[in-house]
């Protein structure tokens, strides 16, 4: 992963040069402990106001997830901390992907094409009740789009924020790039872990939810 990193810095200094992009491995990769404990992860159903979309779901680290409720933007129902729901920790891992490509259907309907170059991809496995929830969340560094069948591609440096996906998807995406979310449910954790090696699986849901367009209801 190191030499990755250091691999996109000298490929790419203009977006990811030390004053472009500031990363630190070994601190992502820490796993946070209390009183010898591993972290709580937790699930958290928020709810839009005033009737404008369907509730959601995310997924997280307790003390994320908490910080999250504060920030939650004036259109989305203040949770209360007790809302959590606390999930079994199972897995976690942690993936660079470069040089992956794939369609997507925007919030409005909007067919586009996506080709992307790099993006660290964060999968967990919780268990709930007797299922076992797939989660993922990425950061997407650099990648390029155009509307399907046109000719011009358009390329950006950040997926989570940029004025494309902010037209793309009406409510922003500030809500949508803070925890994990569901990529699918499986009824037992071998099966969830042997699928969470299929990353394109998890890239491309986080992809279609970022944008407002969930896989389901293709």
């Not at 790419?12 to 472009?20: K, L, S, V, Y």
């Amino acid at each position: 992963m190191k030499e990755k990193i250091e691999w996109l810095r000298k490929a790419h200094p203009e977006q990811f040069g030390e004053d472009q992009w500031q990363f630190d491995l070994d601190k992502r990769m820490q796993q946070p402990f209390k009183n010898g404990l591993p972290p709580r992860y937790v699930a958290l159903s928020i709810n839009p106001c005033l009737g404008s979309g369907a509730g959601e779901t995310l997924y997280g680290n307790e003390d994320k997830m908490t910080s999250f409720i504060e920030s939650l933007p004036s259109n989305y129902e203040k949770q209360k901390v007790e809302s959590l729901r606390e999930l079994q920790f199972i897995k976690e891992s942690f993936d660079y992907m470069e040089g992956f490509e794939f369609e997507c259907v925007d919030s409005r309907g909007e067919p586009y094409e996506l080709k992307f170059y790099s993006a660290l991809l964060s999968q967990l496995i919780l268990r709930n009740g007797d299922r076992f929830e797939l989660c993922a969340s990425a950061e997407i560094m650099r990648f390029k789009y155009r509307k399907k069948d046109c000719q011009i591609w358009k390329e950006f440096t950040d997926l989570n924020s940029n004025l494309f996906v902010e037209k793309a998807n009406p409510e922003g995406t500030d809500v949508k790039t803070r925890g994990f979310i569901g990529v699918k449910t499986y009824d037992s954790a071998q099966e969830a872990v042997s699928v969470m090696w299929d990353l394109i699986l998890s890239m491309e849901t986080v992809v279609k939810y970022i944008f407002g367009a969930r896989a389901d209801e293709e």
